[in-house]
């Protein structure tokens, strides 16, 4: 029995697990440590994997799912939305990028066709890497990660006419024109039952698995139909990953969705590690030895060239300038279509050997930078934008109208893009407080204004962004950013502006804590740890705990887990009602309705007939503490009531006319 292949995959997750390792305790991206072992495994160093064709083949399994992955979180009504980035960006950057590099490459005294040829190939991006950065980082959705999307998605879509016509420029007679009529005519064909299964089949046939409740059956057929579709769109002509991508996006529409990726996910990273490990195995050390000073110039002036066009091609679309140099960093390295390109255009003898390794070279070295480029794009834009540039640039060719913002004091700052801080801004409009919102998503800050939202679009490091939403004047700002590097910038900004109000901050990781409190945070909400404190309490409750109990064992775990990184304020504080079993504090206030109305605390005589009491009053802005027997209650009054939820309930009917509710 032959186990060869066994045994590379053993040698490969070995390698990959002790790299991997490695790479996590220096904060290394992990795509750099699956290309490594591929360096260190393949056939030009130890020469250790037996079966480089298989290896091949589970890599391409793991484009499949990848792109698959990446579909999932698309919905085609998003995908129809980003048409135009789709077709003119993609289109623009692909062009620009093949005419100059093939003009640049002519001056090097090499014909016009392997010129064309190598155009096309440096024109191509890498999505595997910068769509799994991306989606690291949760930047996907993010304006300039949608510009990077849909020109990615350009890219992969034109790779079939790419393959059509390399062996056109070999020379080989092809009816070109009717071959390419016929491709178009199948992607509409694919692309409209893709549209079909998304808005009819998929939802009913995935609602039907899902009643059975087997969770293996489900998982086959997610399986089934991703693997199947590759396969159609492979037989009509096009590339498996597109047809992973087109399967992804009929599904992503279901409410079974997020199962679906759920699952998705382990097979998902497993198998593309494959991708990157059999990539690094084609790297031939000894001809970057041998040639290292034109591999490194060839990979600066690849790096620079497409990220100039990237950013031409983000600035005609609207972006800032900002947005501009993210989107060109992002897309500034040569993809991996690309070698499917370079071993065919080797095959037709459109490029030597010698131009296939530095290609391969340049290649490899390129992605392997990326994620490293895409970590620093942010500090590299914000000194950019220290320098005194012109207004159309830094803000843009369309740049967004900004709404004036009134004078506020005591108001509710609400910093970031995601779903949390918009959630936060719904329930602030709901009970009328006062807020503003600062967006640093154009595309989001557009939308939210046009709903009549108080959005300011700008990034939150930016100190007159600040001071134009009061933060000064702020009672509680909240940071809901994710991404711990400008969290702890807007935190530390905020307080340097802010002394007096309260900072409280999400974070993903319960380590981030001593950072964030370090820079000035009042409250840091750890977003994993609470979801699970959040479930506890829930599991306790339907367990009939008492109260009081819940709340203590709660206070001991944040204690124990987060040691002496707690929260501030409530540190600061001797939590007495989490001591005393049954006791609360609420706040009612006084409908204009209200039997209280002109009435004096000694009058209702709260404490005998129903066993509450009265331990402060809101009128105004001004806060009435201990308020005495002969206080007369207002209308508006908020009125704080310390008592058993019973009492409480008893004595809630004082304060406003049932029949309207709580105001």
């Not at 304006?143 to 999307?149: K, P």
């Not at 591999?295 to 972006?319: D, N, P, Q």
Request: contains cysteine; charged residues 15%; aromatic residues 10%.
């Amino acid at each position: 029995m032959e186990l060869t292949i066994l045994k590379d995959i053993v040698i490969i997750f070995l390698l990959s697990t002790f790299v991997n390792l490695l790479f996590t305790k220096i904060r290394v991206p992990t795509i750099i440590g699956y290309l490594l072992t591929g360096v260190v495994a393949g056939p030009y160093a130890l020469a250790i994997i037996g079966s480089p064709k298989e290896i091949e083949l589970m890599a391409e399994i793991g484009i499949i799912l990848l792109l698959f992955s990446i579909g999932l979180e698309f919905s085609l009504n998003h995908l129809l939305k980003i048409r135009k980035i789709v077709f003119w960006g993609g289109f623009m950057q692909l062009s620009m990028t093949t005419l100059i590099a093939m003009l640049i490459i002519q001056l090097l005294d090499i014909s016009w066709i392997p010129a064309v040829f190598i155009g096309l190939i440096t024109a191509l991006s890498s999505t595997a890497v910068v769509l799994k950065v991306l989606q690291d980082r949760t930047e996907l959705t993010s304006n300039y990660g949608r510009t990077v999307l849909g020109i990615m998605i350009f890219q992969d879509v034109v790779l079939v006419p790419l393959l059509l016509f390399v062996p056109l420029l070999s020379g080989h007679s092809l009816n070109f024109p009717l071959e390419l009529l016929i491709l178009f005519l199948k992607a509409f064909l694919i692309i409209g039952l893709v549209y079909a299964g998304n808005k009819w089949f998929m939802p009913k046939v995935l609602h039907m698995i899902a009643q059975t409740k087997s969770q293996e059956l489900f998982f086959m057929s997610i399986l089934l139909i991703c693997l199947s579709v590759a396969l159609l769109t492979s037989e009509l002509g096009m590339s498996l990953a597109f047809g992973a991508f087109l399967a992804g996006l009929m599904i992503s529409e279901s409410e079974y969705s997020h199962n679906v990726f759920g699952n998705i996910i382990p097979f998902k990273d497993t198998f593309t590690s494959f991708f990157f490990v059999s990539i690094g195995m084609l790297l031939n050390l000894d001809f970057v030895m041998d040639n290292y000073l034109l591999v490194i110039f060839t990979v600066c002036a690849l790096i620079v060239l497409k990220m100039t066009i990237g950013m031409l091609t983000a600035f005609t679309l609207g972006h800032t300038l900002k947005g501009t140099i993210l989107v060109g960093i992002a897309i500034c390295q040569v993809g991996e279509f690309s070698f499917i390109l370079a071993e065919v255009g080797l095959e037709h003898h459109i490029i030597s050997s010698f131009h296939f390794q530095l290609f391969l070279a340049t290649a490899i070295i390129s992605m392997a930078a990326t994620p490293f480029l895409i970590h620093i794009a942010n500090g590299v834009a914000d000194t950019i934008l220290k320098l005194p540039l012109p207004d159309f640039l830094v803000k843009g060719l369309f740049p967004l109208r900004q709404i004036p913002i009134p004078d506020l004091s005591g108001h509710l700052v609400l910093i970031g893009k995601d779903s949390r801080a918009l959630n936060l801004s719904v329930m602030a409009t709901h009970m009328k407080l006062p807020y503003v919102s600062i967006v640093f998503d154009p595309a989001i800050a557009r939308d939210r204004m046009s709903k009549g939202e108080m959005v300011l679009y700008g990034d939150a490091v930016n100190e007159p962004i600040l001071r134009k939403a009061h933060i000064e004047h702020a009672r509680v700002v909240i940071v809901s950013i994710g991404d711990m590097i400008p969290a702890l910038a807007v935190t530390q900004k905020v307080r340097a502006l802010n002394n007096h109000g309260i900072i409280l901050v999400r974070t993903k990781h319960v380590q981030d804590i001593e950072e964030l409190y370090r820079h000035g945070a009042d409250q840091v909400i750890p977003e994993e740890f609470e979801t699970s404190i959040n479930l506890f309490e829930r599991i306790l409750k339907i367990y009939l705990i008492p109260m009081h109990e819940i709340n203590l064992a709660v206070e001991q775990i944040r204690k124990d887990r987060y040691g002496i990184f707690r929260d501030k304020i409530t540190d600061s504080k001797i939590s007495l009602l989490n001591e005393i079993p049954n006791i609360e504090v609420l706040a009612f206030r006084l409908n204009e309705n209200s039997p209280l109305v002109e009435k004096s605390i000694s009058e209702v005589n709260f404490r005998k007939v129903f066993g509450v009491t009265i331990v402060a009053l809101k009128r105004g802005n001004a806060i009435i503490e201990h308020p005495g027997p002969n206080e007369r209650f207002k209308k508006g009054d908020i009125a704080y009531v310390l008592g058993s939820p019973e009492q409480i309930e008893n004595a809630s009917e004082l304060f406003y006319n049932h029949e309207q509710g709580i105001k």
